[in-house]
Nanobody, 122 residues
Framework: QVQLVESGGGLVQPGGSLTLSCAAS????????MAWYRQAPGKQRELVAS???????NYADSVKGRFAISRENGKNTVYLQMASLKPEDTAVYYC????????????????WGQGTQVTVSS
């Protein structure tokens, strides 16, 4: 059993900052690529940022220069630092990870967190 648990969402004013965290736990051999997605009401889920196990990052154009993704491999945790937040950043943010399980066989699966709400409003 593998779990991704997100934290850090909330209400923030436009121009403010927020940091999301996502910790993977359970039957883990290795955590490979990790990413953050978001889904606003009435819209499709979209990729916000991703990071490989070696630290290579990728960002959606809409968040470049404002958001930063990072990870602590020893803690199986990924972070999303969000700055200069805009109302259009309002969404449920989901953590996603490719994880190789330890037992019974080392197979890679893709996992999702439960989501955390980020609301940007004055």
């Amino acid at each position: 059993q593998v779990q991704l648990v997100e934290s850090g969402g909330g209400l923030v004013q436009p121009g403010g900052s927020l940091t999301l965290s996502c910790a993977a736990s359970g039957n883990i051999f290795s955590v490979d690529a990790m990413a953050w997605y978001r889904q606003a009401p009435g819209k499709q889920r979209e990729l916000v940022a991703s990071i490989t196990s070696t630290g290579n990052t990728n960002y959606a154009d809409s968040v470049k220069g404002r958001f930063a993704i990072s990870r602590e491999n020893g803690k199986n945790t990924v972070y999303l630092q969000m700055a200069s937040l805009k109302p259009e950043d309002t969404a449920v943010y989901y953590c996603n990870a490719d994880i190789t399980v330890a037992t019974p066989f080392r197979i890679q699966y893709n996992y999702w967190g439960q989501g955390t709400q980020v609301t940007v409003s004055s």
